[in-house]
């Protein structure tokens, strides 16, 4: 698989807006994507009511609940819930530095998907910044397990996801995707698919003060006799498992870096995604650092380089 001209960070061209509600708080939430200069990494800055600021780097280390989303901070009011769907937009699509503003504790959840995400990034168009980009290439297989779950990367060329769900619900039972993940893959594979849920849950979620912004305009809602409740129905005939390989996306994206390998899972979900890529970037002899040899920008993943970094950590605070 070639990885095609990927050889330099990159930003977008200039800033811009959605706005949406959060799928927990149902309340009000405007997003601001801005440019970032070379080795800035991704940004999320939350703005709050008094005016100040909390900064939060994109990266593993920085990773707090992952129960029913994926969350940057450790406390709730410095912290920004649901960035799994905007961690894979901007993973897919190879932009490596940018800031994310957003004026409310989640990103708003738009369709469901990170269909919105890729199209406003689309509009404003992305921009290379002539600063070598480096990887975090797998070179031996680490695998984690998490009762009846496991998930695992592996050495490939490449860069692929093979995810793998099974529910006992007839509605959606075992299903798998498996591809390799490019920008138009994952446009056209994953990017449409929306997070779901079961009617049996949303009471109790409720009275938990969750899912007050979900409705059937942003989420697959399976009924109690295991029917679509949608109108429309599915995007994808296996639009959950298409999800929960877009959540993993986003997740993995807090590597900090692109990565080279095969990320493979069973029963995953964002929990499973933060162990198992903290397995990995804590053992320092299952990944190297590589970029693309000068020779040229348009390489396969065989021919990336280690390169002495002992200072490279982009997974770190």
Not at 13 to 19: D, H, K
Not at 93 to 112: C, F, H, K, R, Y
Not at 166 to 188: N, V
Not at 274 to 287: N, R, T
Request: glycine share 8%; net charge negative.
């Amino acid at each position: 698989m070639s990885l095609g001209l990927l050889g330099f960070q990159t930003t977008i061209a200039t800033s811009v807006t959605l706005s949406g509600i959060g799928v927990h708080s149902g309340a009000p939430v405007t997003l601001t994507f801005h440019p970032a200069e070379a080795g800035s990494g991704i940004v999320f800055n939350r703005l709050h009511a008094d005016g100040s600021v909390t900064e939060l780097k994109a990266v593993s280390s920085q990773v707090g609940a992952t129960d029913l989303s994926t969350v940057l901070g450790f406390t709730p009011a410095r912290s920004v819930a649901t960035i799994e769907h905007v961690m894979a937009a901007l993973y897919a699509l190879g932009i490596d530095n940018i800031t994310v503003e957003v004026d409310s504790a989640e990103m708003p959840i738009m369709d469901g998907s990170s269909r919105m995400f890729i199209d406003a990034i689309e509009q404003v168009g992305i921009t290379s910044l002539g600063v070598k980009r480096r990887y975090i290439r797998v070179i031996k297989p680490v695998r984690i397990e998490q009762g009846a779950s496991w998930a695992e990367f592996r050495p490939y060329d490449g860069t692929r996801f093979e995810v793998e769900i099974d529910f006992d619900s007839p509605a959606i039972g075992r299903q798998k995707w498996e591809g390799d993940l490019t920008a138009s893959t994952f446009k056209d594979e994953l990017s449409r698919a929306r997070t779901f849920g079961f009617m049996r849950d949303v009471e109790r979620l409720w009275a938990a003060g969750y899912a007050l912004g979900s409705s059937l305009e942003n989420s697959v809602v399976i009924s109690d006799d295991n029917s679509i409740v949608n109108v429309e129905g599915l995007r994808y005939e296996d639009e959950f498992v298409r999800h929960k390989s877009l959540d993993a996306v986003g997740d993995l994206a807090l590597a900090g870096a692109q990565f080279i390998g095969c990320y493979r899972s069973y029963r995953g979900g964002h929990k499973v995604n933060a162990i198992a890529l903290k397995a990995l970037l804590s053992d320092v002899s299952a990944y190297e650092v590589v970029e693309a040899p000068a020779r040229s920008q348009r390489v396969r993943a065989r021919e990336f380089v280690a390169v002495n970094a002992p200072g490279f950590a982009p997974w770190s605070a």
